[in-house]
């Protein structure tokens, strides 16, 4: 059955760690919107162009069956805006399908649910989830229910795999 993904993402993102698991998910026939601070495109580290679908402000989280927050820089700049906080805490309180790569995790620290769950991140990123209560598992895919977190782009295979049979269910 088709799903509805969500896609939040800015300037910087780290590109695979965007493009692969997007196109996975595409490539497995469901519907990906990508969500950003405004309609028109922004830049990956690494040049590549992505064009916004919708703004943040025109999406609401009921639309979607599940959220992906790559990694990069630029969960650190969406977690300063209160819009993306909110419509990811909605996918944890709801206990819908979340995902995050990387630094992905940031955004979902934001929202004060991370407590009690276990995750993985980024190195940097770690003590930060240990600090907000999270059990953190240095692995590179750790799944706690719904949600599914990788630490780095080696990990990208296992983190699309879990990803896919999440969507598949």
Same mark, same amino acid.
Request: charged share 20%; net charge negative; aromatic share 8%.
């Given at each position: +059955? @088709?799903?509805?993904?969500?896609?939040?993402?800015?300037?910087?993102?780290?590109?695979?760690? !965007?493009?692969? *698991?997007?196109?996975?998910?595409?490539?497995?026939?469901?519907?990906?919107?990508?969500?950003?601070?405004?309609?028109?495109?922004?830049?990956?580290?690494?040049?590549?162009?992505?064009?916004?679908?919708?703004?943040?402000?025109?999406?609401? *989280?009921?639309?979607?069956?599940?959220? !992906?927050? *790559?990694?990069?820089?630029? /969960?650190?700049?969406?977690?300063?805006?209160?819009? !993306?906080?909110? !419509? #990811?805490?909605?996918?944890? +309180?709801?206990?819908?399908?979340?995902?995050?790569?990387?630094?992905? /995790?940031?955004? @979902?620290?934001? #929202?004060?649910? =991370?407590?009690?769950? #276990? +995750?993985? %991140?980024?190195? #940097?990123?770690? /003590?930060?989830?240990?600090?907000?209560?999270?059990?953190?598992?240095?692995? &590179?895919? =750790?799944?706690?229910?719904? $949600?599914?977190? %990788?630490?780095? &782009?080696?990990?990208? &295979?296992?983190?699309?795999?879990? $990803?896919?049979?999440?969507?598949?269910?």
């Amino acid at each position: +059955m @088709m799903k509805k993904v969500a896609v939040v993402v800015t300037d910087l993102v780290e590109d695979v760690e !965007f493009v692969d *698991p997007v196109n996975a998910i595409r490539d497995a026939g469901h519907n990906v919107t990508i969500i950003g601070f405004e309609k028109g495109t922004v830049t990956g580290k690494h040049n590549t162009v992505i064009t916004i679908d919708r703004s943040i402000a025109d999406v609401k *989280p009921e639309d979607f069956d599940a959220l !992906f927050i *790559p990694g990069g820089f630029s /969960p650190d700049q969406l977690r300063a805006d209160q819009r !993306f906080v909110d !419509f #990811t805490k909605h996918f944890l +309180m709801n206990d819908k399908l979340i995902s995050a790569l990387c630094h992905g /995790p940031q955004l @979902m620290i934001q #929202t004060g649910l =991370v407590h009690g769950r #276990t +995750m993985t %991140s980024y190195l #940097t990123v770690q /003590p930060d989830l240990y600090y907000a209560g999270a059990r953190v598992a240095d692995q &590179p895919v =750790v799944i706690d229910g719904n $949600l599914i977190t %990788s630490r780095e &782009p080696k990990d990208i &295979p296992a983190f699309n795999q879990a $990803l896919l049979a999440a969507l598949a269910k």
